[in-house]
């Protein structure tokens, strides 16, 4: 049984590096998916048991932001935060140092992937509008929602399910990831300023794209949740997965937005690639015992309990399995509260040196693309390597601060 299962873990994890399996029309989530359901009949585990390796607190906040993250979606509250942003008169190094910001702060408080998903179109309608060459921006969005969404645990699915699975609480949290957080949207400007202070301006076409009608009433509906939300977590007794829920239900008591629409909205491929993940790494591990898979380690010298192994494995998995997955690997050998944090940043800021190091800058580039935009890999190595140096370099830092 130990030999399937290694066999199966070791194709869902090859998908996850190459983002599909040769061959097939299949992308990553598919490729959990098949795990899972592989996992399931060759160990003959009835289905009742194996949904118990789902982390259903986890995958409760996902759904819950994506639900409050659609309310700001179809309220046009993106739309308008972007027009804002161009009618204000500012130079184009002002303006990035704008969106940089914005898209971090939002990225902190809503799943930076659906951040990127509804600001990207927008961002290069509006710089097609003003003439200006759409890279630094796109670059900068990207980096940014990655490094603002590292400020919290509800920024990133990463971060959501270190928390969950151990139990860090959300001050707690940003104590280590605030320096860090902030630092790091500077250090994007100032990167980007420095890379494109001679490339500002572009004379490509501009491009109407259809974008949803702003309505006051839906936005502060919205931002009263959210914010309502975010000090519950903070004060209120209730577990976050609870709580969150709650103001995904308050969000459905729509009489503007129906709950088609939506349910609609919501990335059911982000939660099928988190429930197969769970069942087959969970599921590895309970047929191979973890205590053989830590000796296996220690006989290699990698110490799994050193901040350091932590710190350099997080960064190498999070570049070459993306880190969602990175983290399904490592969480199991994470058991404090002070290593999750390590994890969760770590993870979160190394996504940031390859276009496949996060879901976020895939979103970004593909986007981007579909819209005649073309960011190749080399170009954003160029800004992400040393961005993702500093930013880490900084967190170790703070991290030896506070120790």
Known sequence: MSIITLIIFGLVYFGMIVGNLPGLAIDRAGVALLGAILFISFSQQPLSEAIQYVDLSTIGILFSFMVISAQFYFSGFYTHLVQKLICWHLTPSQLLFAIIFTSGLLSSVLLNDIVCLALTPLMIQACRKKSLNPHPYLLGLACSANIGSSLT????????????????RFGQYMKFSSVPCLLGLFFTWGLLHLQFKKQWHSKEASIEIEAMQYNSWQSLKGMLIICVLILSFFFAPLPRDHLSLIAAGCILLSRRISSYKTLNFIDWQLLVLFIGLFIVSKGFLQNNDLEQVLRFLQNANIDMQSPVWMFILSIFLSNTLSNVPAVMLLLPFTHSQSMGSLLAITS????????????????????????????????HLKTGLPLTLITLLISALWLFILS
Request: charged share 10%.
């Open 153 to 168: 645990l509800i920024g990133n699915p990463q971060n959501v399910l270190i928390g969950e699975a151990l139990n860090i």
């Open 348 to 379: 979160t800021l190394a996504g940031n040196m390859l276009i496949i190091g996060s879901i976020a800058n895939i979103i970004v580039i593909s986007q981007a693309l579909n819209h005649g935009v073309k960011i190749s890999w080399r170009k």
